[in-house]
């Protein structure tokens, strides 16, 4: 089980297995990760899912498409890491990824 | 009024989206007591939206839908009991009658029933071909029946209507929608976006009428639906899309207020101070709109059912939003915020005649209150900003393709 670090707005870490081909937003409501709301449960139609992924990590990732980067630049204070979580996949390559929970979602 | 500790329970009424919500945020919340969720169905609370969509069409598997799996639940302890009714509220001794005749306390008891697909009244409409299309097991039947060719005569358009149409006629079907109204989707949109859905609907092969008066079935099974026109439409089933009905008699008999919906204040409270209400079955008092709203969204069962929680623990946080709502058919993402209606004005961007993209902003007195967005995720997130700022906003600009949206979300631009 592949297991994803979310680092908290506060500094403070939570690790939780996912299993492969479940998403990162997923993963995070079943285990009740705090400020990961994902509204539309993975629709990609709230951006209530949006991270930021950790910089090593980025490349590793299917970029984002067209509907998920318009969402993203209408999110709060979106970055050149910003995705919205229900659209990243685990897979074995991604255990061990670090992804941090923005101070809030719109 | 008591105070929760390690010993209290709460208990919820309804697994729906706004109850597993709630139950999960009491947990997030680092409430230690006993959390309780009673449901009617069988399945944990699941996500409604994709019954229309990936689930209806095969492309989601019903685990999926889930939005925490039973040993997730049981691992956060959240007592979760499916096939269980609760049939009675006793106020006084804060207890619960359940279906079996078994009985279950609560110190907070959140009511969570959402709603009933609305039956089509007229004789023949419990024939067993005829569905209405509220939980998994509705559309396990339709799916059951779903083979390319096969002819299926969709009852209503609105959003359910529209999208298991769009996933049907993809799956091969020959699929007829009948709207009685003169246009689709006439109670939430102008005629430009109405206009739109049936030209699209129509181009994908969908033969879709509106104004269409039903005067009934033929056939037990139905083999075919009759039109008061004299009309005679054959078909192999029928699936009806003609909206919902609030479950409020459980909180009716138990004497809460009820008015279109359980009424609950501001903090999602009815009238009992050791009862709150979230999701479908609600009418609250909304600062956005100025009025009292029952709305029937997974926006407002899931920000309710959070605020409810935080309520219950002692947070006195009102629940005030501002309305959104999505709907997939075919390649077209719909996203809208605020409530249309109460607009003076309507600014197109893009247009709808022509293109499979673009944009509805209402304004009143100059103010943008609402927004329709077809596959302009963009449009959909700087207006929803601008709706919730009360934003006044230049109709040229908003008009204008060439101003990007961003320039006019930033204030003072
Ligand atoms: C096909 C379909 C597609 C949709 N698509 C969208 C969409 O794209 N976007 C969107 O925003 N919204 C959509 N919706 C609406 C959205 O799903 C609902 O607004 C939302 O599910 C409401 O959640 P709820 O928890 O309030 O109510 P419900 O989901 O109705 O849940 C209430 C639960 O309570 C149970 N219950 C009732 N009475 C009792 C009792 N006495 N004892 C025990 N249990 C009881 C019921 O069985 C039910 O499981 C869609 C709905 C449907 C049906
Ligand atoms: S969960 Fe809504 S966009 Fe990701």
């Known amino acids: 089980m592949p297991k994803i670090n979310f680092v908290l707005p506060d500094g403070s870490q939570q690790t939780i297995d996912a299993a492969v081909g479940q998403s990162i937003m997923e993963a995070a409501t079943a285990n009740l990760v705090k400020g990961i709301v994902a509204d539309c449960g993975g629709g990609c139609s709230c951006a209530t899912c949006h991270v930021y992924v950790d910089p090593e990590w980025v490349a590793k990732l299917t970029p984002a498409d067209d509907v998920e980067q318009s969402m993203l630049e209408g999110a709060i204070d979106p970055n050149e890491r910003s995705r919205l979580s229900c659209q990243l996949r685990m897979s074995d390559a991604l255990d061990g990824i670090v992804v941090h929970v923005p101070a809030a979602q719109f | ?413």
């Not at chain 2, 509220?134 to 209507?161: H, M, N, S």
């Not at chain 2, 601008?386 to 600009?397: N, Q, R, S, T, Y």
């Open chain 2, 1 to 413: 009024m008591s105070e929760l500790n390690v010993d209290s329970t709460v208990v919820i009424v309804g697994a729906g989206q706004a109850g597993g919500e709630a139950a999960a945020e009491l947990r997030r919340q680092g409430f230690a007591g006993r959390v309780i969720m009673l449901g009617e169905e069988t399945q944990p609370p699941y996500k409604r939206p994709p019954l229309s969509k990936a689930y209806l069409s095969g492309a989601a598997t019903q685990e999926s839908l889930y939005v925490m799996q039973p040993a997730q639940l049981d691992k956060v302890k959240i007592e979760f009991r499916g096939n269980t009714k609760v049939v009675r509220i006793d106020r006084k001794d804060k207890l619960l009658e359940l279906a079996d005749g078994s009985t279950q306390k609560y110190d907070k008891l959140v009511i969570a029933t959402g709603g009933r697909a609305r039956p089509l009244p007229l004789p023949g409409a419990d024939a067993s071909n005829v569905f209405v299309l509220r939980t998994i097991e509705d559309v396990q039947k339709i799916k059951a029946l779903c083979e390319p060719g096969k002819r299926v005569t969709i009852i209503g358009g609105g959003f359910i209507g529209l999208e298991g149409a769009a996933v049907l006629v993809k799956m091969g079907l020959k699929v007829t929608l009948l709207e009685g109204l003169p246009r689709v989707l006439a109670r939430v949109t102008v005629p430009e976006v109405s206009a739109f859905f049936e030209r699209v609907h129509r181009e994908a092969g969908v033969d879709l009428r509106t104004g269409a008066q039903l005067a009934g079935f033929e056939g037990t099974p139905v083999n075919a639906v009759t039109l008061a026109d004299g009309t005679r439409i054959e078909t192999d089933f029928v699936v009806v899309g003609i909206g919902l009905i609030p479950n409020t008699e459980l909180a009716d008999a138990a004497g809460l207020k009820i008015d279109n919906g359980i009424v609950v204040d501001q903090y999602a409270r009815t009238g009992d101070p050791d009862i709150y209400a979230a999701g479908d079955c609600t009418n609250h008092p909304s600062t956005f709109l100025g009025r009292n709203v029952r709305l029937e969204s997974v926006q407002n069962a899931m920000e309710q059912g959070r605020a409810v929680a935080r309520n219950i623990l002692g947070k006195n946080e009102p629940y005030q939003t501002v309305p959104w709502f999505w709907s997939d058919q075919y390649d077209l993402k719909l996203q809208t915020v605020g409530i249309s209606g109460a607009h003076d004005q309507i600014v197109l961007r893009g247009d709808p005649a022509t293109a499979r993209n673009f944009a509805v902003f209402y304004l009143k007195g100059g103010k943008l209150i609402a927004a329709d967005t077809v596959s302009r995720p963009q449009e959909f997130m700087f207006a929803k900003k601008l709706v919730a700022e009360g934003a006044v906003i230049d109709p040229a600009k908003l008009a204008d393709e060439s101003v990007p949206m961003k320039s006019l979300a930033t204030p003072a631009a």
